[in-house]
């Protein structure tokens, strides 16, 4: 049974993503020969910077995963996984800690080839790192995909005091999609927030170690709020999709931008936190400011881009690739973090009069 449903997995991740795998390797065996795969890993495991930059690649990877994962069991020809749910709970773990060694299989055999050098090297604690990594990303996925079995039948493990809780304690509509995050797509919360907070402390990091200057540090806070385009689109989902009863709300366009602004403030904290904690000395006076003054531009441009645009994650992502190339140029031309803020800010407004404040009564 198990194989039958590891096929049954596993064989449609690898068909939908052909094409990728093809390029992987194609340029793994086409382009780079042996002694440069050992040259390469050698680095990494010599490099703490290219170690956890890795670790930001296999968690894309593993997102990607995750994704395919939840709308597979979510179609209908594969409802029948669902069944899996009535299994032992011990059987259950087996099996889907069986898929997803398999469909993760391209990076484990990776991460135990860099693993091997770091041995080499001396280095036993990025191996274990690397170790702790797999395990942790394989329990919560486990987890993930155990809680995502049960929904069909929640309201039959209705938490009491939960209930209770959500009846007496008044929680203001701001904070509705946070929590959302928190309870129902934890993974996704946790696995955006790993990529932009790795990034930045890693970048950060690597500011003090030789002569770089400001464009540096905007580059890498650039890439780093990219790492949120999917709460981005998840937000788009919730709140104009799901609840689009808050569009016809009579209220002005200053109101809306408020309301989207405590949001991305809320959900921007640990980046925030970050930024005031972790900036190198060296940085120019004020640059804190700026950064979190880009970080929130930027997620709120995302945001009101995807609306205006009705746009699914497909081409949030293309977009999103694009933009994040074209602001690097600018940062490398010499453009501060505030320019780029001043370049988006007539289009949130726009967005805000041109589709926000239409009222369907």
Known sequence: MISIIVRAVAKPFYKAHAGFFFLLFF????FMRSNEHITLAKYI???????VVLLLVFSLYQLKVWLFTKSLLSSDPFLFLRNIYLLHWKRQIMIITTVYLSINSVILIYGLFVAGFMIESGSYQKVLLILMYFVTCSALYTWAVVRLLKLPNREVRTN???SYLNKKIYKPYVFWYPIYLFTKRPILLALSKFLSIGLLIACFSTYSTALYDWRFLGISVVAAMSMNMVIVHSLFDFYVLKLSILKNLPLSSIKRVQFYLAIACLLLMPEIIIILRRLPVEAPNLYAWQAILYSIGHFLFYL???????????RLGKFSLFSTLLQIYLVLFGVPLYGLVIIMVPFIWIAQKRYLVVHDY
Request: glycine share 8%.
């Open 27 to 30: 340029i793994a065996g086409g």
């Open 45 to 51: 495991a010599r490099s703490d910077f290219l170690t």
């Open 160 to 162: 009491t005091l939960t």
């Open 304 to 314: 009101h881009w995807t609306i205006y645009e009705n746009a699914d994650i497909e």
